[in-house]
DNA sequence: CATGGTAATAACCAGAGGTTTTAACCGGGA
DNA sequence: TCCCGGTTAAAACCTCTGGTTATTACCATG
């Protein structure tokens, strides 16, 4: 039963079988009913009952990650519906990184409200990978993403470049070729990063070892560090375009490296696994981001 | 409900109300109830009744899809806590291509019946990468596959390599190079196959361009066609061992192509979304097959 | 135009899954 | 030590979902 698994996974997230009952609107032994039936039906037990709670057993944490694959799936089966009946209303869960969730993708969803309004927009946020991930397992209906890998069920929509640019505080010293950057102070992503892993592959291979001075999860934090001086930084020219307008900082394009840039991309399901709103926020992103 | 989702899959299969009934042990119009209530929850009409049985809409042909996702994932769940209640029964289900299939699984599977008799073991064969979206849907807990790519969900354990020979009819002239084969005729997979790709490729980069004879999807066909002395042939070595044991064939590889040979791996998906019978089936491949 | 197939309807019934009430359990603090 | 606040479990009961059978309506076809 599919109750069962919704059930379970409240219950799951809820941590006892009281909150999770308070949560969907049941009471305490309907909660506690169906999960004794759920492990009766798979005939191992799930949760370890205490007097503060419930815990997951191995196996339950194994049939938690399936149940949350099979509710996603059977939502994404509603909202594909909801999409078909009417593609101006339902609702429509987009997946993207942080970057692009702050300065691509504000302008793409204010188009997207004022056309269609009807249509309740949702924002998950994750790197590629996630999204990608997400996308498959139905928990988003279209992502934005940079470096895409290819997929067969996925289909890829090429949005736009976003130059790679190389910014600091007003009037300090920018580099015109990439070799000068060797030995300069660089304000970067916390390794790990889909662009920090980019920016370094480029560095290395044209011999530039710049000292990483800093490293920070959030775009913000680097944009204020480089404008107080403290260092240079490599961004996305759409996340500084408005500090650069408004002279908060001061950028350059290297144009040894003319092709730097993420590539922003939109990914959704092959068109048997995709609903109607998808079409439409697809070319809403075409239309406001240029080709 | 999940039921209805059963329901609806068996109609769609069955292409009747009665039919599916039939095979559901249910009366008629307690089918026809339940595809009504899921077209009233889902609020779109999934099925277009006729005098001779149903047609999907195209919305329905949407729903079917996801609806065989959700059954997949859940039958995954009932499996993998059938093989944690006790990994030594329960079901266990392979993916692999025809050729793996046909001249490398049978000794696993010998040795894992004799080991392991009471798991349930079912065979579903498709490519590598029919291969791979079964193992992330939940529709086979284990994939045997050859030029695996890599997946962030996916764990792969290499086996070993089976090399590409050439074979001929015996007493027939085999090439000592690459080289050589330029201009002999070459019994080969039909277009499309992973086989084939690969060693287009490789001929191709060595320059030479042999007349392919004939294209069969079965590698006994080619065997055959070989035996007779029709043209030569590159095949895995395990598919030929036995015919080159009894003079059906005779067999080389090529000195100047070391490599040539295909990886055979297993996929399993991750710890968390694992079964135990595939722990066992692991482990008794990698003895079997060597490493 | 009857016939044999289809799906839909009506009336009815069993049981899954909900409710409330009550009990049992356990850890922490007075 | 003993209650108290939190947990889950059990019992008794009720509601309504989802099943049944019997019947009807429809449509292609011989």
């Known amino acids: ?43 191992v037990q799930l949760l370890v009952r205490s007097t503060r709670g419930v815990e997951l057993t191995p196996v339950g944490r194994q049939v938690y990650r399936l149940a949350r694959r099979a509710l996603a799936v059977e939502a994404g089966c509603h909202r594909a519906a909801e999409s078909w009946r009417d593609p101006w209303s339902g609702r429509l869960i987009v997946g993207a990184g942080l970057t692009l969730t702050l300065f691509t993708l504000p302008p793409v969803i204010q188009a997207f409200r004022n056309r269609v309004p009807d249509v309740r927009l949702e924002l998950v946020t994750g790197d590629s990978r996630e999204s990608l ?4 397992a139905f928990e988003v209906d279209v992502a934005l993403v940079t470096s895409p890998e290819p997929h067969p069920e996925v289909q890829m929509v090429p949005l736009f470049i976003d130059p790679l640019v190389v910014v600091g505080a007003p009037g300090s010293v920018l580099p015109r070729r990439i070799g000068e950057m060797g030995g300069m102070a660089l304000i970067a992503f916390r390794h790990g990063s889909g662009l920090r892993q980019y920016v370094d592959q480029v560095l290395e291979s044209h011999g530039a070892r710049p000292h990483v001075a800093m490293e920070f999860d959030s775009i913000e934090a680097i944009k204020t560090m480089a404008g107080l001086g403290l260092g240079l930084a490599l961004l996305p020219l759409s996340a500084v375009r408005e500090d650069v307008a408004a002279a908060r900082l001061t950028m350059t394009r290297l144009p040894d490296w003319p092709d730097a840039g993420r590539h922003v991309t939109l990914l959704r399901r092959r068109a048997g696994l995709r609903s109607g709103a998808v079409s439409l926020f697809t070319a809403i992103s075409r239309e406001v981001l240029g080709q």
């Open 1 to 43: 039963m599919l109750q069962y698994v919704e059930t379970f996974c409240a219950v799951v997230r809820a941590g006892s079988l009281n909150l999770a009952a308070e949560h969907l609107h049941l009471s305490q032994p309907a909660v506690s009913k169906q999960i004794r039936a759920m492990e009766a039906e798979l005939g």
């Open 133 to 136: 991930a997400r996308l498959l």
